[in-house]
T-cell receptor, first 112, second 115 residues
Framework: GNSVTQMEGPVTLSEEAFLTINCTYTATGYPSLFWYVQYPGEGLQLLLKATKADDKGSNKGFEATYRKETTSFHLEKGSVQVSDSAVYFCARRNSGNTPLVFGKGTRLSVIA | DTGVSQDPRHKITKRGQNVTFRCDPISEHNRLYWYRQTLGQGPEFLTYFQNEAQLEKSRLLSDRFSAERPKGSFSTLEIQRTEQGDSAMYLC?????????????FGPGTRLTVL
């Protein structure tokens, strides 16, 4: 079926550590892929997106590359900060402006 | 630029009562989506509108749930005869709806607690 699987949290890192949150998807056709972030007490915000194979989305030091051959869209950041502590959701959307399908979310805690 | 707003932010009700939530999308956004998020899970799609037309409903949307967008602007989501299993965060999102890559912008959500 169509689904999104992301690594389970929580993930706890020290400040300036390297971050990877894995995300894989199954879908028909060529979906668009997204990472949303939910900071404590706030609503979901789009972090980055990629709409076709080999596209790289980037924002606030985060990056993710659309890998069609491995059906993955892993989120990375070279040096995390305490302010990056949040829940991160991977999502996909099939062609057309259809609803998003989300993963379960990965909670990241960055400690000073 | 005002974002998506939802009202109320919190609702506590007793089992069996009816509740109604409101969502105001970003101005001129044609598409409006409702999602439900339970603890430890990602948001799950409920229904969406293109202007005033309801285009799709998830199997999660039982007959106790109804959503409207009468004038193609704000939307309401009503839950009749609430059950404890309805306790969740109800999220609204909107998008321009003009291309397949449009971004969905989310509101802060309405947290429902059914006692």
């Amino acid at each position: 079926g169509n689904s999104v699987t992301q690594m389970e949290g929580p993930v706890t890192l020290s400040e300036e550590a390297f971050l990877t949150i894995n995300c894989t998807y199954t879908a028909t056709g060529y979906p668009s892929l997204f990472w949303y972030v939910q900071y404590p007490g706030e609503g979901l915000q789009l972090l980055l997106k990629a709409t076709k194979a080999d596209d790289k989305g980037s924002n606030k030091g985060f990056e993710a590359t659309y890998r069609k051959e491995t059906t993955s869209f892993h989120l990375e950041k070279g040096s995390v900060q305490v302010s990056d502590s949040a829940v991160y959701f991977c999502a996909r959307r099939n062609s057309g402006n259809t609803p998003l399908v989300f993963g379960k979310g990965t909670r990241l805690s960055v400690i000073a | 630029d005002t974002g998506v707003s939802q009202d109320p932010r919190h609702k506590i009700t007793k089992r069996g009562q009816n509740v109604t939530f409101r969502c105001d999308p970003i101005s001129e956004h044609n598409r409006l989506y409702w999602y439900r998020q339970t603890l430890g899970q990602g948001p799950e799609f409920l229904t969406y509108f293109q202007n005033e037309a309801q285009l799709e409903k998830s199997r999660l949307l039982s007959d106790r749930f109804s959503a409207e967008r009468p004038k193609g602007s704000f939307s309401t989501l009503e839950i009749q005869r609430t059950e404890q299993g309805d306790s969740a965060m109800y999220l609204c999102a909107s998008s321009l709806g003009q291309t397949s890559t449009d971004t969905q912008y989310f509101g802060p959500g309405t947290r429902l607690t059914v006692l």
